[in-house]
């Protein structure tokens, strides 16, 4: 079982930047792709980004490239994403997932076994 906390979400204006961290516990987590989704009230979860477990593959929706990174440290158990040019269409709950396997599409939510709690970020035009 792996357990994910996000931090660092909050209110920023628009054009501002967050950085969102997920830690994640069990001693796995390196051989994890690791994802971040958003929700919106009233919309569907949304892909945002995603990296596997090397690091050296990312994954952007197209809403978010160029404005966000994703990064991990495997060493923390910690995966990353740093939103600059933040715009309120950015304006969401944020999920950080974790997949067990291997997928060829991990722009789904199905690709993913664990998830964690969400943290709001609000952005103020």
């Known amino acids: 079982q792996v357990q994910l906390v996000e931090s660092g979400g909050g209110l920023v204006q628009a054009g501002g930047s967050l950085r969102l961290s997920c830690v994640a516990s069990g001693r796995t987590f390196s051989s994890y792709a690791m994802g971040w989704f958003r929700q919106a009230p009233g919309k569907e979860r949304e892909f945002v980004a995603a990296i596997i477990w090397r690091g050296n593959i990312t994954y952007y929706a197209d809403s978010v490239k160029g404005r966000f990174t994703i990064s991990r440290d495997n060493a ?45 970020v609000t952005v103020a035009s």
Do not use: E
């Open 76 to 120: 923390k158990n910690t995966v990353y994403l740093q939103m600059n040019g933040l715009k309120p269409g950015d304006t969401a709950a944020y999920y950080c997932a974790a997949a067990r396997f291997s997928s060829s599409n991990y722009y789904s939510p199905r690709a993913f076994d664990y998830w964690g709690q969400g943290t709001q």
